[in-house]
């Protein structure tokens, strides 16, 4: 079999690329691993960025369907000391730049935009290797190959693409994520859901912290961050549900009920998600034929960027195919340097910042200082 454009991963970054080689007339296939849309929960809330996401939306033609699927209020955030006072709270007039949307809706609304067959589903890659004159063969699980003359990375931090480029390996970054959900959080847990807010809600501390998010459909969406070595997560029993949230919760010993009733009080059983990265800076030379986007190319722990830039990827990569049609190299050697000096150290910063990760002064009361401007 014998595509043009291949693209590897039907996420956020591979749908738009898709999509914005669709607008332009130009063909491509998507190979994704699920077996379908539905195949597993696609996460909680991204708030799309007017300097980055919503860029690549425009490019891709759905402005009115992404504002369809937008949840009113989201916007709003509030910052709580581990006593459960309110530091600071901002209010969501509409403007501020960064509608809330569920991943999974965004996913879906990219997929409808696409003519019938575009995504193949249930194509698990094994490998891909370099034929020569800029053409890759990819080889699926279960047998089945196919030849392209421009493969895209769009699958992730374990990318199968990434060796044809780089030798860079994801690394621990020293910290993870427990996620846990609560249901019906306004009448079965109102005193959670009177601290969560409208919106999102962070609970700082040196090492430990709490963020909330109240997603469609009366639901929160806890994510406890731990600043630990795999080790002590491995200590933890996560198929016993109960236990794992008592021991994730004793880390926050003292803290205000209402806060750790986000860990113990879960509809959800807890689950680990570990943080990887790439080095800062990660880029390659160029090789015909081929390229990456999104955390294939950028891994970062999460810090509010990562389905952004993914999307602004995707958006300048199909913008430059189709700028130069008859030169591939042309338009990967235009997108890689672009992206490459894209000031991702301060991306960074300021992600880790709205999210209290990793700021200079990763407390309740230094991180409301850099969000109102009072800490620079």
Not at 279 to 291: E, F, K
């Amino acid at each position: 079999m014998h595509s043009p454009v291949t693209i590897i991963g039907a996420g956020i970054g591979g749908l738009v690329l898709a999509r914005v080689l669709h607008v332009h007339g130009i063909p491509a296939t998507v190979h994704e691993a699920e077996s379908s849309p539905t195949e597993r929960t696609q996460g909680g809330m991204l708030d799309i960025h007017d300097y980055n996401g919503q860029l690549a939306i425009e490019a891709a033609g759905l402005m009115d369907e992404f504002r369809a699927i937008v949840v009113e209020g989201r916007q709003r955030l509030r910052v709580l000391g581990p006593d459960g006072t309110v530091l600071f709270e901002k209010g969501d007039d509409g403007t501020g730049g960064r509608p809330e949307v569920q991943r999974g809706e965004l996913r879906q609304m990219l997929i409808d935009s696409l003519p019938a067959g575009t995504v193949r589903w249930g194509r698990k890659v094994t490998g891909a290797r370099a034929l020569g004159d800029g053409r890759h063969e990819v080889t699926f699980a279960g047998g089945g190959t196919v030849v392209t003359d421009l493969l895209v990375g769009a699958d992730g931090a374990w990318s199968r693409v990434r060796p044809l480029l780089s030798d860079a390996v994801p690394e621990y970054a020293g910290r993870s994520f427990v996620e846990v959900y609560l249901f019906d959080a306004d009448t079965r847990h109102p005193a959670a859901a009177k601290a969560v807010g409208g919106g999102s809600m962070i609970v700082p501390s040196q090492g430990r912290e709490i963020f909330a998010h109240r997603e469609r459909g009366d639901t929160l969406h806890t994510y406890v961050t731990l600043t630990e070595p795999q080790e002590w997560f491995a200590a933890v029993d996560f198929t016993d549900a109960a236990a794992a949230a008592e021991r994730v919760a004793r880390e926050f010993d003292g803290w205000a009920p209402e806060l750790t009733a986000l860990i113990t009080d879960g509809d959800t059983a807890p689950v680990l998600r570990p943080h990887y990265t790439l080095p800062i800076g990660h880029r390659w030379d160029r090789v015909p034929g081929v390229t990456l986007v999104g955390d294939a190319a950028h891994l970062v722990a999460p810090n509010g960027e990562g389905a952004n830039l993914a999307m602004l990827d995707a958006a300048e990569l199909g913008t430059a195919i189709a700028a130069y049609p008859d030169d591939v190299e042309a338009a990967l050697t235009a997108y890689e340097q672009a992206m490459f000096v894209r000031p991702t150290e301060e991306v960074v910063f300021e992600g880790a910042a709205v999210l209290g990760i990793d700021s200079r002064d990763n407390t309740a009361r230094g991180l409301t200082d850099l969000i109102t401007g009072t800490g620079r």
